[in-house]
């Protein structure tokens, strides 16, 4: 839950030099590319940052946000429409990727912490500027005086209970389109062949466990079945299967989920088949592999380019440190599948992170509207396959980028 704005201590310029250094940064934001090709995004930052130089910093919840910055109604469903939480995780996501990429001229840095709607301002040298003899020593958040270790949970806890919001709202985000655009929208066209009112996708995901698993009987125990292979399904590929499950619910199509040590070739035959998870995922692996994009197993995995095979580019070293990992990649493909007989859907990263961006770029008219640049007439009817790279910051997923595009 956010905390309460009123009782957060946070440095609220007190000069009209101060506030023209917090402008001229939040400018400088919202110019960058992270956020430029997007109306909520700045509009939502744009706004708590000007409450906040205002000292309206307590008019910044959740439902005044949704009405002031999205124009819901005054008493509409927080829990059927988060577009407040998913559009705050985005601004999150985005700030990080433009300080990692710009913050070493930046005098002053604008954050939005985890959990709050209430941004702060903190200086980034101690160059000697009158605006920054100005500022008052910054005091820490609690998520960032936590250990690593700790704040590794706390970001943990507050997906997982992210994730459970979403999937229990049947992903309400999507409601902001409150008015269909004319025509038919890049979205549609790219989950057009999956989508079928009369029929039940069916979504496999990827599990953790690497070992093949002892069937349940009537005579296992509960806590063998519940330390089972359904419990180990990762947070990554939990947001991954409720954003396909939201774009689902949003196109009218039923769907079911199923681990992918359970499913047979009976279960994916003459249906749509969505493959959630990369090396995690036998399906994946082996629906995957006869593509020109395919995934390596193994200590330093790889998407193999198989019309390249000197790139090396799409990699992870899993014997490394998580936490010196600065990019994830993923493969997304939509085709027909002459093993299931049926259209196919991959949304799968080389690490987690990779999952969760493919995930997002499949949900997202703003991303996928990245193929439009690239891909010919008529692909909407083609089989397609993309690399998708997201940098990670501070174990965040930045925003997926498409690096690589085939249709055939």
């Not at 590319?33 to 959740?62: N, Q, T």
């Not at 069916?202 to 063998?224: A, N, Q, W, Y």
């Not at 580019?313 to 007989?341: L, N, Q």
Request: proline share 7%; glycine share 6%.
């Amino acid at each position: 839950m956010p905390e309460n704005p009123c009782t957060a201590t946070h440095w609220i310029p007190a000069s009209a030099e101060d506030r023209g250094v917090v402008l001229k940064e939040l400018d400088a934001i919202l110019s960058s590319y992270h956020f430029r090709g997007s109306k909520r995004y700045p509009a939502l930052l744009r706004y708590i940052v000007e409450a906040a130089l205002d000292g309206r910093s307590c008019d910044l919840k959740e439902r005044t946000l949704g009405i002031e910055v999205f124009d819901r109604d005054p008493n509409y469903d927080t829990n059927a429409d988060p577009v407040v939480r998913f559009s705050a995780s985005e601004v999150r996501k985005r700030i990080a990727q433009y300080y990692h990429e710009n913050g070493a001229g930046s005098r002053l840095q604008i954050e939005l912490p985890l959990g709050s709607y209430v941004p702060e301002f903190m200086p980034r040298t101690s160059e000697n500027s009158a605006a920054q003899l100005l500022l008052e020593p910054a005091r820490p958040s609690p998520a960032q005086s936590r250990s690593p270790e700790i704040r590794h949970r706390y970001r943990v806890a507050i997906l997982s209970l992210s994730a459970l919001l979403f999937a229990a709202a049947v992903f309400g985000t999507y409601s902001y389109r409150r008015v269909p655009a004319p025509g038919i929208s890049v979205t549609d066209k790219f989950w057009g062949p999956l989508v079928k009112p009369s029929e039940t996708v069916l979504m496999v995901v990827g599990t953790s466990h690497p070992t093949p698993v002892i069937p349940e009987t009537e005579k296992t125990s509960f806590i063998d079945h519940m330390t089972g292979p359904y419990h180990h399904v990762s947070l990554a590929c939990a947001i991954a299967l409720a954003h396909a499950a939201g774009v689902l619910q949003l196109h009218g199509s039923a769907y079911e989920i199923k681990e992918d040590t359970e499913t047979s070739l009976t279960d994916i035959r003459s249906r749509s088949l969505i493959l959630v998870g990369g090396t995690n995922n036998a399906w994946t692996m082996r629906l995957v592999d006869p593509l020109r994009y395919r995934f390596i197993k193994g200590p330093m995995a790889q998407i193999q380019d198989t019309k390249n095979l000197g790139n090396t580019e799409w990699s992870i070293d899993f014997t490394k440190p998580y936490a010196s990992v600065s990019s994830d990649y993923a493969i997304v493909a939509r085709f027909h599948d002459a093993t299931t007989e049926g259209p196919v859907m991959v949304i799968a990263g080389l690490g987690p992170y990779g999952t969760e961006a493919a995930s997002e770029f499949v949900a997202s008219p703003l991303y996928l509207g990245q193929i439009l640049k690239t891909v010919p007439a008529g692909w909407e009817n083609r089989n397609l396959e993309m690399v998708l790279k997201s940098n990670v910051i501070d174990g965040k997923v930045g925003p997926p980028v498409l690096v690589a595009v085939t249709v055939w």
